[in-house]
């Protein structure tokens, strides 16, 4: 069975994404739906009792910070992480200090209550679409955190001509997508070239929440799928499972 699979994300987070798949023999192709531009980091001699990632794309400015910051205090703050994907990163930087949650923005919330005391400060960083879930739960349970932006994602809202002609001829698809907002760009590029209603019925969405899941469904996706968040390892060796099911 001829099948296109296709990474619904940036550039350089595609890329991982396809050279772990082609370690099980299976080829896949971008589809860079945003850019990512980087910010300042932030000011690393104001004092946090705790750190919040919730993307791989804030590692990079994430250890720019905290070796700063451990020069100034001689100490870090506790570190949370929304799921494997950013804690497997972390570990290849050489950073294990981190509490990691599953994957969604309810059990990072939670697990960052069971770990910080009433009235602990801590600091998001993020990229400008987010969710408030996380700040109003820890609110809610006397614990503040004040939010700063390390990068910003800005859709392309094109494709390449090799990308619409792949899509156009193509008869049994995978998207891999890791969001909600990307599952939304998607949709409306996939609407903007006149092909998603076509693409709708032979193409499979792959999200890896219940939350994306239903962002797919809303969206009006016909067939879609959760590979819960896991490590890149488990998510490939599942993915592989699943494309043997298919056929």
Not at 46 to 60: D, E, L, Q, W
Request: with cysteine.
């Amino acid at each position: 069975m001829n099948v296109n699979i296709f990474a619904v994300r940036d550039n350089i987070d595609a890329f991982h994404t396809i050279r772990s798949l082609e370690k099980k023999n299976i080829k896949a192709k971008a589809f860079p739906i945003v850019k990512v531009n980087f910010k300042n980091i932030p000011n690393y001699r104001i004092k946090y009792h705790f750190v919040v990632i919730t993307s791989s794309k804030c590692i990079k400015p994430f250890l720019r910070y905290i070796t700063l910051y451990k020069k100034a205090f001689k100490t870090i703050p506790k570190v949370f992480v929304i799921g494997a994907e950013t804690g497997d990163k972390l570990k290849k930087k050489n950073f294990n200090q981190f509490f990691q949650a599953e994957g969604n923005s309810e059990s990072l919330a939670k697990i960052i209550v069971s770990n910080t005391f009433l009235f602990d400060k801590g600091l998001w960083l993020c990229g400008k679409h987010r969710t408030e879930k996380i700040t109003k739960f820890l609110f809610c349970n006397k614990r503040f955190l004040k939010t700063k932006e390390v990068y910003e994602m800005f859709e392309r809202g094109t494709m390449s001509k090799h990308l619409f002609d792949t899509l156009y001829a193509s008869e049994n698809n995978f998207f891999i997508v890791n969001s909600s907002r990307n599952v939304d760009l998607l949709t409306r590029v996939l609407k903007k070239y006149n092909i998603f209603d076509n693409l709708n019925k032979k193409s499979v969405l792959v999200t890896m929440s219940k939350t994306i899941y239903d962002k797919a469904q809303s969206n009006g996706w016909i067939k879609k799928t959760i590979i819960a968040e896991a490590s890149r390892k488990v998510f490939v060796e599942k993915f592989a499972e699943l494309l043997r099911n298919q056929n």
